[in-house]
């Protein structure tokens, strides 16, 4: 891999943009290293599946039927449903990645999570310089890789000392608040965001919690209808 | 529990859904170019998808609805906080501390 300048360019406003937001992480992939063991798995298990599955969503909501013995068919089912948003990003993520060779997309599609999407997303599609996109976007998710594995670690090992009551996975959703707050500043982002999470609110009861992703379908329909009213209302 | 191998292929199978969901349009690449117009409507998807994780996080006691709750009181704060000031550390800072005093004062 050359590491020429507009890579390097890539790669320093990627980790820029990332940084702060990815402080959220780690109490995220403590809390889930902890939830692993509290199943009964051990060590080595735990570290196996973070490393293999890498998706926090997935893997908390697989615990409770890996530990009542659930069957396998079922298990995959169910992390397909609560992946199945990722079919979305990787839409919107892949016109940036084209210009790469198939490992390096296997590679890069393995590592698009929430967060990296949530903060790279806009400025990979408005960006021209297909080297330029791939620093922004592989570099900072090698380092929330990083990041996500070492606080699965500390949690890991450390299950026994943490008290529960600090409610330190709070931090998850601050870190997805901070995302959000920027983003809403027009109006038809507004209404997508209102839409997505009353949304998900009212459907909650849906099996294998399809209402997060009927949610955010419903939301994206919803800002794009509100866009084009609010531009129809600007023409008249 | 499920144990030994099957654990293990219960881990490969969920390691087979994030792949095949996160890589699906990676992974095709140029043959699946979806239109202009569904790429303008998946502009929305971040912002859909973050609220649709947080709301149900910030209004849910138990599983019900409770209006009144420390968390949503630490998440108005953080937004507040986010809105005025560009400081990356001071909405974690502001949203813990507010979540523990209320909680400290008896708030679910």
Redesign the interface.
């Given at each position: 891999m050359a590491f020429n300048p507009a890579f390097k360019d890539g790669a320093r406003a990627g980790l820029r943009a990332f940084?702060?937001?990815s402080?959220?992480v780690v109490p995220w992939a403590i809390v889930t290293g902890i939830a692993m063991r509290s199943?009964?798995?051990d060590e080595m298990?735990s570290l196996?599946?973070s490393l293999?599955?890498?998706?926090a969503t997935?893997?908390l909501g697989?615990l409770p039927l890996?530990?009542?013995?659930?069957p396998?068919w079922l298990?995959?089912v169910t992390?397909?449903v609560?992946?199945?948003?990722?079919?979305?990003?990787?839409?919107?993520?892949?016109?940036a990645?084209?210009a790469q060779s198939?490992a390096r997309?296997?590679i890069?599609?393995?590592?698009?999570t929430?967060t990296a999407?949530?903060i790279l997303?806009?400025k990979l599609?408005e960006a021209h310089d297909p080297v330029w996109r791939w620093g922004y976007y592989i570099v900072p998710s090698l380092y929330g890789w990083v990041l996500w594995q070492s606080g699965v670690l500390v949690g890991v090992f450390g299950a026994g000392f943490f008290p529960r009551?600090w409610?330190l996975e709070?931090?998850g959703?601050?870190?997805?608040?901070?995302?959000?707050?920027?983003?809403?500043r027009s109006r038809?982002?507004?209404v997508?965001?209102?839409?997505?999470?009353?949304?998900?609110?009212l459907l909650?009861g849906m099996p294998l919690r399809l209402g997060?992703f009927a949610?955010?379908l419903?939301?994206?329909?919803?800002?794009?209808a509100a866009e084009h009213w609010h531009s129809k209302r600007a023409n008249t | 529990?499920?144990e030994g191998v099957?654990?293990?292929?219960?881990?490969?199978?969920?390691?087979?859904?994030?792949?095949?969901?996160?890589?699906?349009?990676?992974?095709?690449?140029?043959r699946?170019?979806?239109p202009a117009v569904?790429?303008?409507?998946?502009?929305?998807?971040?912002?859909?998808?973050?609220?649709?994780?947080?709301?149900?996080?910030?209004?849910?006691v138990q599983g019900s609805?409770a209006p009144f709750n420390s968390?949503l009181l630490?998440?108005l704060a953080?937004?507040a906080v986010?809105?005025k000031w560009r400081n990356?550390?001071l909405?974690?800072l502001t949203?813990?501390g507010v979540?523990?005093t209320a909680?400290w004062g008896g708030l679910a």
């Open positions: 940084m702060p937001v402080v959220g199943i009964g798995m298990q196996g599946m293999l599955v890498y998706a997935a893997q697989a890996i530990a009542s013995g659930a396998l298990i995959f992390g397909m609560l992946n199945l948003r990722f079919v979305i990003f990787s839409a919107a993520v892949a016109p990645l084209h198939l997309r296997i890069g599609g393995f590592l698009l929430d999407f949530a997303g806009q599609a009551d409610s709070f931090m959703t601050i870190a997805l608040l901070i995302m959000v707050v920027p983003m809403v038809p982002m507004l997508a965001a209102l839409v997505g999470g009353c949304g998900a609110l909650r997060l949610a955010i419903l939301g994206i329909a919803a800002g794009f | 529990m499920i099957w654990l293990w292929a219960a881990f490969v199978l969920l390691a087979l859904t994030t792949l095949v969901t996160r890589g699906s349009f990676i992974v095709i690449g140029e699946g170019r979806l569904v790429l303008r409507a998946l502009r929305y998807a971040p912002a859909a998808a973050l609220a649709a994780l947080i709301v149900p996080d910030l209004l849910l609805v968390k630490a998440g953080v937004i986010a809105l990356p550390w909405p974690f949203g813990m979540l523990w909680r």
